[in-house]
C-alpha cells in the first residue's frame, strides 16, 4: 500500500505545479523565417529586371528612363489643357540649333580615359584633380546648362526627350588600370513632360509605385520594379546619391531632391526636398552614376534609334561618351490617342483572382460585383451565373443565393460554385476601344522618312483577343535604299511592344517565332538558316494592347510567350506585308526584262529594218520604204513590249494568291530571249 501511496503524491507533485508554471518562465521560441522588404530582395537582385553586368546594361538604363520620359511626355499630351500648335515635323532649325550649341561643349570620354590608361601602363604620371563634393548649387548650376542647347523647343514646348551618357573618372572608387575594365558612367536624362507633385515624387524610387498595379492599360508603365532597380544599382556599384528635379505641368515651382533609396521602401534624403522656381515649363530631370563595363556602340544607341520610329510623335535626343549627339526629329504632329484601362474579362480570370476580387470589391450585392468587377457582363448574364450556382446549392441542401445577397457574406463553398458557373460561361470577346495601334500610314511614312527605302508597306490588323485583353499585331516591311544587305537576322527583325522595342532574347519571343513559320521563299524572299528573312530588308513586328503585360516571360520584358492566338495573327500579318512585297519584286523583275528585250531589239532595229526595206522595195524603180523610217518605228514600238507571260504573272501576283510559290527568273532566260532574238524569232 505503501508503494501505492507514493506513487499518486510523486505525480501531483510533478505535473500540478510545474505545468502551471513552465509558460511563465520558458521564452517563446523564436522562427527561422524573417520577413523582407521587395526593396530588400531587388536590390540584390537587380539582374532579374536587366541590369547585370555587361554591354546590355548601358542599354537597361536607356531602357527604363526614357520609357518613363515618353510616358510622361504623352500624358502631359493628354492632360494638359493647352495644347501647342505643332507643324507636321520638326523644324530643322531647332536640330542645327542644338548642334551648334553643343558643339564645343561635349569631349570624347572613352578616348581621354583610354589616353590616361596608355600613360598609365608606360609608367608616365598622370594627375586627375579630385572630384569635389557637388552642394545642391552645383547641380542646379549645371542642370541650368544642361537646357540650354534645348530652350528652343523647351520654349515651344515641343515634345522632348534627352539622355546623355559620360564616362567620368572617380579614382577613389575605381582606378584607371582596374584590371577587370570597369568605368563609371554618369548617366542623364530630361523630358518635358507631364512631371510629378511632391507626393508622388517622394513615392518616386519606390519599389511597386506604378501606373498599372490596379489596372492594365497600354502604356510602358510608370516607376514599376525598373527606375528603383536602376536607383539601386547606382548605389549599390558607385555609392553615389540619386539627383532629380521635378515639375508638374500645372504648378509654379519645382521639386528638388538629392537621395538614397533604402531596404525598407523609404528614401534618406541628402538634401531636399525644395521647391523653387527653375526655368522650365514642366518635366522631370534625373542624374545619376552606375558602375559597368565600358561603353560601346550598338547597345543604347540602337534602343534609342528603334524608340524614335515607333515614337515618331517625340523628338529623342542621345549623346554618347564619345560625345556623338544623336537626334530623332519628331516626323508626325498628331499623338497617339490615350489608351483605355482594360477591365477584367470573364475568360482570363482563375478562381484566386476571383476571390481577391470579392474580397476587395466596394460592391454592396452579388449583381453589382459582376456586372461592375467585369466588363461584357449584362445584367442578365449575372442573373443566369447565380442561377446555375443555385441549382448546385440545392443538390447540396444549402441556402441560395440572390442578386441582393451581400458579397461579404459568401461562404468559401458558395465563392468555389458561384466561379464554376461563371467560368462556364460563354462571353462577348473584350472591348478593342483598349487598343491604340500605331497605324499603317504613320508605320510606312516613318520607316520611309528612316530609311528611304526602295520598297515599305505596313500592314495592321483588327484587334483581337487573347487572356481575356485585346491586342493588335502590326507589320512593315522595307527593302533597298538605306538599307545595307544584313549579315545576322537579328539585324533584320526589329520586335516592338507597345512602342518599346526589344533587343534582347530574341529566338524566345513569339514574334521571332512567328516569323520562322512563314514560308518567305512564297515572296521572293531568301532566308538565313533559322528561318529569318536576308538581305536588304528590315521586318518590324509591333504588338500593342494591355494584353502584353500578361504575356511577358520575365521581369525584364524582352520576350513575349507563344500564344497560339498571338503567333497566328503575327503570321498573317506577315504573309499580307509578303505579298505586297512579292508584287513589287515581280513588277520591277518584268520591268527589267521588258527593259533588256527592248534592248535587245533595239540593237537589231537598224539591221531589220534595212532588210526589211530591201525586200519591200525589190524590184520596184522608185523606193516605198526607207530603211531609217522603218527603224524608228520599230524603235518605237518596243518601248511598251511585254509578253503574255509577263502579264499573266503580274496579274496572277495582284491577285495575292500563295497557291503556286513564285520563282524568280534566273540569267537563263535572258539568254534564251537573247538567243531567240539573234535567230530570227
Same mark, same amino acid.
Not at 224 to 245: L, M, R, V, Y
Not at 391 to 408: F, G, I, M, N
Given at each position: ?32 523565417? /524573417? ?12 539582374? +532579374? ?34 495644347? #501647342? ?22 569631349? &570624347?570620354?572613352?578616348? !581621354? ?64 588600370? &582596374?584590371? $577587370? ?26 519599389? !511597386? ?87 560601346? /556602340? ?11 520610329? +515607333? ?9 554618347? #561618351? ?27 480570370? /482563375?478562381?484566386? $483572382? ?17 456586372? /461592375? ?32 445577397? #451581400? ?95 526589344? +533587343? ?19 515572296? %521572293? ?27 511577358? %516571360? ?9 500564344? $497560339?492566338? +498571338? ?8 504573309? &499580307? ?11 520591277? $523583275? ?40 522603218? =527603224? ?42 537573247? =538567243? ?6
Amino acid at each position: 500500500m505503501s508503494s501505492k501511496d507514493k506513487k499518486p503524491k510523486k505525480a501531483k507533485t510533478q505535473s500540478t505545479p510545474r505545468k502551471e508554471k513552465s509558460p511563465d518562465k520558458t521564452p517563446p521560441i523564436a522562427g527561422d523565417i /524573417r520577413q523582407g522588404t521587395i526593396a530588400k530582395f531587388m536590390r540584390k537582385r537587380t539582374q +532579374l529586371v536587366g541590369f547585370e553586368t555587361g554591354l546590355n546594361k548601358h542599354t537597361q538604363f536607356a531602357i527604363e528612363f526614357l520609357d518613363n520620359a515618353i510616358d510622361a511626355v504623352e500624358s502631359w499630351w493628354w492632360k494638359a489643357k493647352s495644347l #501647342p500648335r505643332l507643324d507636321d515635323q520638326l523644324d530643322p532649325k531647332y536640330i542645327e540649333e542644338i548642334q551648334s550649341k553643343l558643339e564645343g561643349t561635349l569631349h &570624347d570620354s572613352i578616348a !581621354l580615359s583610354k589616353q590616361l590608361e596608355k600613360d598609365v601602363r608606360e609608367g608616365k604620371e598622370v594627375e586627375i584633380p579630385p572630384r569635389r563634393r557637388e552642394t545642391l548649387q552645383d547641380r542646379l548650376t549645371t542642370f541650368r546648362k544642361f537646357l540650354i542647347p534645348f530652350r528652343g523647343m523647351i520654349n515651344r514646348r515641343e515634345p522632348l526627350c534627352v539622355i546623355q551618357l559620360t564616362e567620368v573618372h572617380m579614382p577613389d572608387l575605381v582606378p584607371l588600370d &582596374d584590371e $577587370e575594365g570597369f568605368k563609371v558612367y554618369e548617366f542623364t536624362c530630361f523630358d518635358n513632360g507631364v512631371g510629378m507633385v511632391p507626393p508622388d515624387l517622394e513615392k518616386y524610387g519606390i519599389y !511597386l509605385a506604378s501606373s498599372k498595379s490596379e489596372k492594365l492599360r497600354q502604356t510602358r508603365g510608370s516607376q514599376g520594379f525598373g527606375a528603383p532597380s536602376a536607383f539601386s544599382d547606382a548605389q549599390n556599384t558607385t555609392g553615389k546619391p540619386i539627383f532629380t528635379i521635378s515639375k508638374r505641368f500645372n504648378t509654379g515651382e519645382a521639386t528638388v531632391t538629392d537621395f538614397y533609396t533604402t531596404t525598407a521602401n523609404t528614401k534618406e534624403y541628402v538634401s531636399g526636398p525644395i521647391n523653387m522656381d527653375l526655368p522650365f515649363e514642366n518635366g522631370t530631370y534625373i542624374k545619376l552614376n552606375y558602375l559597368n563595363i565600358q561603353y560601346r /556602340r550598338g547597345y543604347a544607341d540602337t534602343y534609342c534609334e528603334m524608340a524614335s520610329l +515607333l515614337n515618331s510623335h517625340v523628338t529623342l535626343v542621345f549623346i554618347d #561618351p564619345y560625345g556623338d549627339v544623336r537626334i530623332y526629329p519628331r516626323r508626325v504632329k498628331d499623338f497617339p490617342e490615350e489608351p483605355k484601362y482594360a477591365q477584367p474579362h470573364p475568360a482570363s480570370i /482563375r478562381i484566386g $483572382e476571383f476571390q481577391d476580387l470579392l474580397r476587395e470589391s466596394t460592391e454592396v450585392d452579388l449583381r453589382g460585383f459582376l456586372t /461592375r468587377a467585369f466588363c461584357r457582363m449584362s445584367g442578365n448574364k449575372a442573373k443566369t451565373i447565380i442561377g446555375n450556382a443555385n441549382k448546385e446549392l440545392r443538390k447540396r441542401h444549402q441556402d441560395t443565393l440572390s442578386a441582393k445577397t #451581400p458579397t461579404d457574406s459568401l461562404s468559401k463553398m458558395e465563392i468555389e460554385l458561384l466561379y464554376k458557373s461563371f467560368s462556364s460561361e460563354d462571353y462577348i470577346a473584350p472591348p478593342t476601344d483598349t487598343v491604340v495601334p500605331v497605324g499603317e500610314e504613320v508605320f510606312e511614312q516613318t520607316i520611309q522618312m528612316a530609311y528611304e527605302p526602295d520598297f515599305a508597306t505596313a500592314v495592321t490588323r483588327k484587334p483581337t483577343s487573347g487572356k481575356g485583353l485585346s491586342f493588335a499585331v502590326e507589320v512593315c516591311i522595307a527593302y533597298g535604299g538605306n538599307i545595307k544587305p544584313a549579315t545576322s537576322a537579328p539585324m533584320v527583325l526589329w520586335r516592338f511592344v507597345n512602342r518599346v522595342p526589344k +533587343l534582347r532574347d530574341n529566338s524566345d519571343c513569339a514574334t521571332w517565332k512567328a516569323t520562322t513559320l512563314v514560308n518567305w521563299k512564297n515572296y %521572293k524572299v531568301q532566308t538565313f538558316d533559322n528561318g529569318i528573312p536576308r538581305g536588304p530588308i528590315m521586318v518590324f513586328i509591333h504588338v500593342a494592347g494591355a494584353y502584353v503585360h500578361v504575356m511577358f %516571360k520575365g521581369q525584364s520584358k524582352q520576350a513575349l510567350a507563344e500564344d $497560339e492566338v +498571338l503567333l497566328r495573327e503575327i503570321k498573317l500579318a506577315l504573309e &499580307d506585308a509578303g505579298r505586297r512585297f512579292r508584287r513589287f519584286i515581280t513588277r520591277r $523583275e518584268t520591268a527589267k526584262r521588258k527593259a533588256k528585250r527592248a534592248g535587245i531589239l533595239a540593237m537589231y532595229a537598224d539591221q531589220f529594218a534595212q532588210s526589211l526595206a530591201t525586200i519591200a522595195n525589190d524590184g520596184k524603180k522608185k523606193p516605198t520604204f526607207n530603211a531609217e523610217v522603218v =527603224a524608228r518605228k520599230i524603235r518605237d514600238s518596243i518601248t511598251g513590249f511585254e509578253t503574255a507571260d509577263d502579264q499573266e504573272e503580274t496579274e496572277t501576283d495582284a491577285r495575292g494568291t500563295d497557291l503556286i510559290a513564285d520563282v524568280p527568273l534566273g540569267d537563263g532566260d535572258d539568254e534564251f530571249i537573247e =538567243a531567240s532574238v539573234e535567230g530570227g524569232e
